[in-house]
């Protein structure tokens, strides 16, 4: 079975960084692609980017410059650098490992098999 497992979540001031990690476990064929998603206080889940294992990425505009998705060499660990952080970019971030990923319009999304970790909070002050 597949386990994400999010870390790096914290508080911070406003044009600050972060580094949040998701380590997950279990991955089969059906887990081709990672991605980090977001959700704030009263507001719908929204894509924040995605990374396949072969190295793609993609990105909502809202963070477009400012986050960059990596992984690990060994592809089970992904991370997400986010620099120059906005209030409005306070919310629960959760890692997926899914089936695909793409964008579209200006935010991302996971399809097929979808896997969710626990979610880490990250807080921007400003």
Do not use: H
Not at 8 to 20: I, Y
Not at 58 to 67: I, M, T, W
Not at 114 to 124: D, E, L, P
């Amino acid at each position: 079975q597949v386990q994400l497992v999010e870390s790096g979540g914290g508080s911070v001031q406003s044009g600050g960084s972060l580094r949040l990690s998701c380590v997950g476990s279990g991955f089969t064929s059906s887990t081709a692609c990672m991605g980090w998603f977001r959700q704030a206080p009263g507001k719908e889940r929204e894509g924040v980017g995605y990374i396949y294992r072969k190295g793609t990425t993609g990105y909502a505009d809202s963070v477009k410059g400012r986050f960059t998705i990596s992984q690990g060499n060994a592809k089970d660990t992904v991370y997400l650098q986010m620099n120059s952080l906005k209030p409005e970019d306070t919310a629960m971030y959760y890692c997926a490992a899914s089936t695909a990923c793409y964008s579209s319009g200006n935010s991302t999304y996971a399809a097929g098999r979808i896997y969710w970790g626990q979610g880490t909070q990250v807080t921007v002050s400003s």
